[in-house]
C-alpha cells in the first residue's frame, strides 16, 4: 500500500507569495492531520480534518493559513502571503478508525523556503 | 508546562548494543497514548511504537519496546541489537483522550541517536 503521499517535497517562495502543500493519505484513512517543524523543534500540531470537515484547527495560526480535505482529491494546506517565519517542514498524517485509530503515519513532509 | 520531555539530546551506542531514550509526559487525563517516531537525515517520520494508558502490557515492536511506567510517567523507547540504520532523531509524542483531539500529537524535541560500528 502506498503510504502518505505529500508534494512537493521542496518549495521555495518569495515573501507575499502563496504556498500550496497536498497531502493524499494512505488508502482507507479518513483522518487528515497538518503539522510544523521548525528548525531544531518538535513538531507542532495545526489541524485535524476529515472529508468536507474540519475537526479540530486549534493549532492554526488565525492568519494566512487554511487547510481543507475536499470530497475528492487531497488535502490542501495554503499559506498566503507567506513570510520568512513560515519556512519549515509541514507534514502531513493519516490515520483510520477503530482500533487502527492509534497509528498514525506521517507522509514525508513538505520542507518550505521562504526566500 | 511541558507535555513531553526528552532530556537527551544526543546519545551514542555501539552497534549490537541496547540503547533506551527517555520520555517523560505530563496529563491529567486518564487516557491517553504514547508514540515514538523515528526521523532519519532524509526527513521522513517513520512510526515505531504506541502504547494506551489502559494497556497493562509494555508495548513491543520487534527491536523496539516501551518501558511504560506509569506511576512515573515515563515511557522510555529501548532499542535492542542497534544497528547503524538506527542512526536518526527519536521523537516521543502523546495523545491525551479522543474524539475531536484524536490527531493531536504533542512531540517532545527529540533526541539524536548514534550507532557506531
Known amino acids: 500500500n502506498a503510504g502518505v503521499m505529500q508534494n512537493p517535497r521542496h518549495l521555495v517562495r518569495r515573501r507575499g507569495q502563496e504556498a500550496r502543500l497536498r497531502c493524499s493519505p494512505m488508502?482507507?484513512?479518513?483522518?487528515v492531520y497538518w503539522y510544523r517543524q521548525l528548525p531544531e523543534e518538535g513538531l507542532k500540531f495545526m489541524v485535524y480534518?476529515?472529508?468536507?470537515?474540519?475537526?479540530?484547527e486549534s493549532g492554526m495560526p488565525k492568519e494566512r493559513f487554511s487547510a481543507e480535505f475536499p470530497k475528492e482529491g487531497p488535502s490542501i494546506l495554503r499559506i498566503q502571503q507567506v513570510v520568512r517565519g513560515d519556512s519549515a517542514a509541514y507534514f502531513c498524517?493519516?490515520?483510520?478508525?477503530?482500533?487502527?485509530?492509534?497509528?498514525?503515519?506521517f507522509g514525508e513532509g513538505s520542507w518550505l523556503t521562504v526566500v | 508546562a511541558q507535555k513531553i520531555t526528552q532530556t537527551q539530546p544526543g546519545m551514542f551506542v555501539q552497534e549490537k548494543e541496547a540503547v533506551t531514550l527517555d520520555c517523560t509526559y505530563d496529563?491529567?487525563?486518564?487516557?491517553?497514548?504514547l508514540f515514538w517516531y523515528k526521523q532519519p537525515s532524509s526527513g521522513e517520520m517513520i512510526f515505531l511504537i504506541y502504547?494506551?494508558?489502559?494497556?497493562?502490557q509494555n508495548a513491543t515492536e520487534g527491536r523496539y519496546s516501551l518501558n511504560f511506567q506509569k506511576a512515573r510517567k515515563s515511557a522510555n523507547l529501548v532499542i535492542s541489537a542497534s544497528q547503524l540504520g538506527d542512526s536518526a532523531m527519536y521523537f516521543c509524542?502523546?495523545?491525551?483522550?479522543?474524539?475531536?483531539?484524536?490527531?493531536?500529537?504533542?512531540f517532545g524535541r527529540g533526541t539524536q541517536l548514534t550507532v557506531w560500528p
Open positions: 498524517a493519516s490515520s483510520s478508525t477503530g482500533r487502527e485509530e492509534n497509528t498514525i503515519y
Open positions: 488508502k482507507g484513512h479518513s483522518h
Open positions: 480534518l476529515q472529508k468536507e470537515n474540519i475537526i479540530d
Open positions: 496529563t491529567s487525563d486518564p487516557s491517553y497514548g
Open positions: 502504547q494506551g494508558s489502559y494497556d497493562q
Open positions: 509524542a502523546m495523545r491525551e483522550g479522543g474524539g475531536s483531539t484524536l490527531g493531536r500529537l504533542y
